[in-house]
């Protein structure tokens, strides 16, 4: 039996336990839409469901098997366990990542990154990697030093975002990638290395967005990515695109491909808001869209900035 579930923003299989467990701790409703061997129901018409109420403690919870995050934001409140590392993204739309250490475990961040720590956790910064890698995760808008913080015993050590948004885990095997915005990396377990990663194409280098430099996060180990405001990530075919505002990409497999398309007509152009160029993501692969951007943000909130600034005759004082 085929069992599938619209769960957090997306379509996605789960085992007859895992849809039990999860309507069990509140994750799923009865009007949450189901779908068995392909015909829709409701998960309300499964015989012996039972719904509890939404799960809000910071009691560990055995991991369903499904997305940690969507549109509707990460699981939160819930301790995650890894190969890696263990964590808990709590904090609603300003969210933080508390990361659980063991004696020898650690947790590598940019440069003052870290908001606490508990327990006994030496923090060592150093320019990982050597001057040209270091170099190039400058110019990929991180850091020149990153620092890490390892711990001796049992200890906490939390990373918050800079802004409201989202915190997005990827667990990486080795050799496997993320392609992600500039100054999307928030803190990540030791194997985990940054480098860049070029625009291909000019225009989408120049119009998409992103510039023509973004972050590549390579495994293996656990990163943990800040976005702005909420996210939505879709799985591509070969060929299927999704087209979006630019500097609306978080992150993208390295299959997917990005370019950028001119908006058709003129008074599209000039009065439909959305700006010159259009960014086109293309699979195979999975690419997450951010509902904010910094630029964005700042775009909006410049004119009132100005207005409160005393100005004279000449000008701005």
Same mark, same amino acid.
């Given at each position: ?13 789960v ?9 069990a ?24 469901i039972?719904f ?5 403690s910071t009691?560990?919870v055995?991991?369903a098997?499904?997305a ?7 699981q ?10 263990d964590?808990?993204?709590?904090g ?8 659980? $250490?063991n =004696? !020898? ?6 440069? #003052?990154?870290r908001v +606490? &720590?508990k327990?006994m956790?030496?923090?060592q ?9 270091s170099?190039?995760r ?6 020149f ?7 001796s015993?049992?200890?906490e050590?939390?990373?918050a ?6 915190i ?16 999307a ?18 225009g989408a280098?120049l ?9 590549r ?7 943990f ?10 799985? $591509?075919? =070969? !060929? ?6 630019t #500097?609306?990409?978080? +992150? &993208? ?16 152009i ?23 951007s ?24």
């Amino acid at each position: 039996m085929n069992i599938e579930i619209e769960y957090q923003g997306r379509r996605q299989s789960v085992t007859l336990a895992e849809l039990f467990q999860l309507a069990a701790d509140g994750e799923l409703q009865p009007s949450s839409r189901l779908w068995i061997d392909g015909k829709e129901t409701n998960c309300g018409n499964v015989k012996g469901i039972v719904f509890g109420a939404p799960q809000t403690s910071t009691v560990p919870v055995p991991n369903a098997g499904v997305a940690t995050y969507s549109s509707t934001g990460p699981q939160q409140n819930r301790r995650v366990s890894t190969p890696f590392l263990d964590y808990l993204i709590a904090g609603g739309s300003t969210p933080y990542v508390m990361c659980y $250490l063991n =004696a !020898g475990q650690a947790t590598v961040s940019p440069s #003052g990154g870290r908001v +606490w &720590m508990k327990g006994m956790i030496e923090t060592q910064t150093n320019a990982t990697g050597g001057f040209l890698k270091s170099l190039g995760r400058m110019v990929a808008g991180e850091t020149f030093f990153l620092s890490r913080y390892v711990a001796s015993g049992p200890a906490e050590i939390a990373f918050a975002t800079k802004m409201p948004g989202m915190i997005v885990p990827r667990v990486l095997a080795a050799g496997e990638s993320a392609i992600c915005q500039r100054g999307a990396f928030l803190a990540s377990s030791p194997g985990v290395e940054l480098s860049i990663f070029w625009q291909k194409k000019i225009g989408a280098g120049l119009f998409g967005g992103d510039g023509f430099i973004m972050q590549r996060a390579t495994g293996p180990g656990v990163v943990f990515l800040e976005l702005d405001g909420a996210a939505f990530e879709y799985d $591509l075919a =070969a !060929g299927e695109q999704v087209i979006c505002d630019t #500097g609306a990409v978080a +992150w &993208m497999d390295p299959s997917c491909s990005l370019d950028i398309q001119m908006v058709k007509g003129v008074k599209n152009i000039l009065f439909g808001g959305e700006g010159l160029f259009n960014t086109i993501v293309t699979g195979p692969g999975k690419v997450t869209l951010q509902s904010m951007s910094l630029f964005g943000t700042a775009s909006k909130l410049a004119p009132l900035i100005y207005r409160l600034i005393p100005h004279d005759s000449n000008g701005p004082r």
